[in-house]
């Protein structure tokens, strides 16, 4: 009979009331909790799945929020979320007004920080731990949880770089390895090496003998040899140790026997301590434990049934396009390279690496190297394609100017994720990309408004001889037809799409299905820009000599964005016309549904209207907007 109930935890400190037997206990609810959850919200499952233990003998060991915790990367948080007093609220999970899927500082003081990028918590808990040195606090603990792919960027080794040679902090480092079983070697042998090198007495041991030693510098340098293979015989050691940290695993990640003891030697060691534990993603849950990747990110589900696939044939989705793009174009030209940064389910090259093994890299987190690398393929003579997602080229801005524009590669970019992503929120938002990329000279940008422009666009920005990128969002498109064929359009070109009287609307990428709605309501002529840059100016004024007023729509930044463009190719040419620019605003957006929130800025239809009016009034449709211009001059 149970003794213990997840109800009864609201923080930490219940936790650390509980014996091993009924944390063990807990571990069983927690893991049933967030099944049933997830399954009604949707969300991150099989990575939660397997935190399950590692973040209850965490908070059981640790003085949370006082010692510092942070999770890498952040969807593997709803464990933490549920013991720290949002067991209810995750029934909002990732919807309006809801709490996050990811750590956020100002949901809670036990998310220490922010994650949704990955690969930064090391570098965040070392600038935590120095704080702490110079303000005394010398006993807090500061906790970095990194996944074993999270660990492949560049920035969680500069971060250990820089810990290994910073005085007097208490980091510890939690590497969960989840992409790996544990096999026999790695078991009971394995645990009790772990708390032996963790224990005092390794720590004690080997200071001692670095004392007697330390006189007798040759035999000094044998033995740390010697100590350090040693430990490499029974684990990956080397590395760490070399840059300053004590390894110590891999332990099971779902044994609290084994986890707790582990993590208490280790906090009362104190310094840079590594512990690397090995989890299964999905785990006791068996439909995840065999597919770990289907059950990533699932919407609703039935946990008695699991996820069903839909047997009513569904719209296309912008990545599907491009994964079908990408293998077509690969197929016709052999120069073609397909890179990722870790994302190849995501963005849609599955196919892709099946059929063209030697031309797909995944590179692993590091997103500054896919850039570099294409470079380099593009210096010598060959078409990169760079999937990635427009919130993780922030990432790579430098190697994008300096390694690619600057050099003016043929380096094609298919920016995935473009705007409003919805449940992911503010971290994972493609909403900057139109503004970041262009002020970067010899940078073509392309907005497809919908899937067969998708395709039309790939294949004009790969032709194009330098740098450029297609943008494009999360979601199917209006169900436009695609045509098959590589065929491309001129560069920097747009089309209209409704000839009307008085305002122009300039829709840059999908929002052209709103601004075709809007323009039969306002009798207005709307225009598929195609391109942010180059922008058609001779359209554009083309245009200002017809009409009296411009509209722009786009679904980024309005700030420096596409509509900026358009102002900036007017007063370049001396012309004055009345333009509202409709667009993302100046803040950051939180998570919810993305239709609900484009309606909520005003980027649907009734928005687009509602604007308009507000600009310069009401007007019947067929009715003249130089009136109502002039009036409001």
């Not at 959850?37 to 969300?43: D, E, I, K, N, P």
């Not at 323009?519 to 004024?541: S, Y």
Request: aromatic share 6%.
């Amino acid at each position: 009979m149970s003794t213990v109930s997840l109800e009864q935890i609201q923080s930490p400190a219940d936790l650390r009331r509980l014996s091993r037997r009924e944390l063990k206990e807990l571990a069983d609810q927690l893991r049933q909790f967030v099944l049933e959850s997830v399954s009604r919200t949707g969300g991150h499952l099989s990575s939660n799945l397997g935190t399950v233990e590692l973040t209850i003998a965490l908070h059981h060991v640790f003085n949370t929020p006082d010692d510092r915790l942070v999770w890498d990367v952040g969807h593997q948080s709803y464990p933490h979320k549920i013991l720290t007093g949002r067991r209810e609220a995750m029934a909002r999970l990732r919807q309006a007004g809801g709490i996050s899927g990811f750590p956020k500082r100002s949901e809670s003081e036990y998310d220490a920080f922010g994650t949704a990028h990955s690969s930064t918590s090391i570098s965040a808990v070392l600038g935590m731990a120095v704080a702490s040195r110079n303000t005394g606090r010398t006993q807090r603990q500061h906790i970095a949880v990194i996944g074993d792919g999270a660990m492949t960027a560049g920035m969680a080794f500069e971060a250990l770089n820089n810990a290994g040679v910073t005085p007097d902090v208490n980091v510890l480092v939690v590497l969960n390895d989840n992409d790996m079983s544990i096999s026999p070697p790695v078991g009971a042998l394995n645990h009790y090496l772990a708390r032996l090198m963790s224990g005092g007495f390794y720590a004690a041991a080997k200071n001692v003998g670095k004392a007697v030693l330390q006189r007798v510098p040759p035999v000094l340098e044998l033995a740390r040899r010697v100590e350090g293979h040693a430990k490499g015989l029974v684990s990956p050691a080397t590395l760490f140790e070399e840059l300053g940290f004590n390894y110590v695993g891999p332990i099971d990640g779902h044994d609290l026997d084994a986890l707790i003891p582990t993590l208490e030697n280790l906090r009362e060691l104190g310094g840079l301590q590594f512990l690397h534990v090995v989890t299964r993603k999905g785990q006791g849950y068996k439909l995840a434990e065999a597919d770990p990747v289907l059950y990533h990110g699932p919407g609703k589900f039935d946990p008695a049934v699991g996820i069903q696939k839909s047997t009513t044939a569904a719209r296309p989705t912008f990545t599907q396009v491009f994964g079908q793009w990408l293998c077509d174009m690969a197929q016709a030209d052999t120069r073609l390279f397909g890179i990722t940064p870790a994302m190849r389910e995501g963005s849609g090259m599955v196919e892709f690496e099946r059929r063209f093994p030697n031309r797909y890299f995944d590179v692993g987190i590091a997103e500054q190297h896919a850039l570099t690398f294409a470079a380099g393929l593009a210096c010598e003579g060959q078409k990169p394609v760079v999937a990635i997602y427009s919130t993780f080229l922030q990432r790579a801005y430098d190697q994008l100017i300096h390694d690619v524009a600057l050099q003016n590669l043929d380096v094609t970019l298919a920016l995935d994720r473009a705007g409003i992503v919805g449940a992911d929120g503010a971290t994972h938002a493609g909403n900057y990309d139109i503004a970041y990329l262009r002020c970067v000279p010899n940078m073509v940008i392309a907005t497809p408004s919908d899937e067969n422009e998708a395709r039309l666009l790939l294949s004009t920005c790969f032709q194009h001889p330098g740098p450029a990128s297609v943008r494009y969002p999360r979601g199917a498109g209006r169900g436009a037809e695609i045509v098959a064929g590589l065929e491309t359009v001129p560069v920097g070109k747009g089309v209209v799409r409704r000839n009307g009287q008085g305002i122009a609307i300039l829709a840059f990428g999908t929002l052209l299905t709103a601004a075709l709605q809007a323009g039969e309501q306002l009798n207005a002529t709307v225009v598929d820009m195609r391109f942010v840059k180059p922008i058609d100016a001779e359209l554009i004024l083309e245009l200002a000599r017809n009409h009296e007023a411009f509209v722009s729509i786009e679904e980024g930044a309005v700030m420096g964005g596409a509509g900026s463009a358009v102002q900036e190719c007017l007063n370049a040419h001396g012309v004055l016309v009345p333009m509202l620019q409709l667009g993302l605003p100046d803040r950051f957006i939180d998570h919810g549904d993305q239709a609900a929130i484009l309606s909520s800025l005003g980027l649907d239809a009734p928005g687009i209207v509602a604007a308009v009016e507000a600009r310069w009034g009401k007007r019947s449709v067929g009715g003249n907007v130089v009136q109502l211009v002039r009036q409001s001059s």
